[in-house]
């Protein structure tokens, strides 16, 4: 079993920055991708960024240019640095691991990101 833990949401006024954390721990040794989602109300959960164990970065275009994706493999860790936000990036974000061989796939509780314009 592998735990994920986020930590890093909050509000924020239009334009500023928040950085969010995930953290895995347990059975983790062959961590894959790792990535976050958002889910605004009524609205599917859609891909925000993730990032391979290589390093290959994907993002969604509405964050390209302001959104950062990192990793600390070392410490199990993915970040997402989020500068210029916008009230529409406002969503319960949600990290994602893919992990081992068979590649299962694992969830973070969500974190509250609230952006007021």
């Known amino acids: 079993q592998v735990q994920l833990v986020e930590s890093g949401g909050g509000l924020v006024q239009a334009g500023g920055s928040l950085r969010l954390s995930c953290a895995a721990s347990?059975?983790?040794?062959?961590?894959?991708?790792m990535g976050w989602y958002r889910q605004a109300p009524g609205k599917q959960r859609e891909l925000v960024a993730d990032?391979?164990?290589?390093?290959?970065?994907n993002y969604a275009d509405s964050v390209k240019g302001r959104f950062t994706i990192s990793r600390d493999n070392a410490k199990n860790t993915v970040y997402l640095q989020m500068n210029s936000l916008k009230p529409e990036d406002t969503a319960v974000y949600y990290c994602?691991?893919?992990?081992?061989?068979?590649?299962?796939?694992?969830w973070g509780q969500g974190t509250q990101v609230t952006v007021s314009s």
């Open positions: 994602n691991a893919d992990v081992g061989v068979c590649s299962s796939d694992y």
């Open positions: 347990g059975s983790v040794f062959r961590l894959n991708a």
């Open positions: 990032i391979t164990s290589g390093g290959s970065i």
